[in-house]
């Protein structure tokens, strides 16, 4: 399965950020779904597009990504 994340390029995220998003969301994702491939970049608007996968999993996705971008407190440092 590929999984694709869009952020809307008009509000950067820091320094840093993208990448650190890149990797927990793939940590995430891999605990339920193995050999899944993230990518999270800019884009012209935010989106998430899941290929190879069902309904149910691009919902599941949806909740980890929602999960992980709420809690970034937890796992970005900005430094």
């Given at each position: 399965?590929?999984?694709?994340?869009?952020?809307?390029?008009?509000?950067?995220?820091?320094?840093?950020?993208?990448?650190?998003?890149?990797?927990?969301?793939?940590?995430?994702?891999?605990?339920?779904?193995?050999?899944?491939?993230?990518?999270?970049?800019?884009?012209?608007?935010?989106?998430?597009?899941?290929?190879?996968?069902?309904?149910?999993?691009?919902?599941?996705?949806?909740?980890?990504l929602?999960?992980?971008?709420e809690?970034?407190?937890?796992?970005?440092?900005?430094?």
């Amino acid at each position: 399965m590929r999984v694709e994340i869009t952020l809307a390029k008009a509000t950067p995220l820091p320094a840093g950020a993208l990448e650190a998003l890149t990797r927990e969301l793939s940590s995430r994702i891999d605990k339920q779904f193995t050999d899944t491939h993230v990518q999270v970049r800019y884009a012209g608007s935010n989106g998430i597009t899941v290929m190879g996968g069902s309904k149910e999993d691009k919902a599941l996705i949806t909740d980890i990504l929602q999960e992980t971008w709420e809690s970034a407190d937890d796992w970005f440092d900005p430094q």
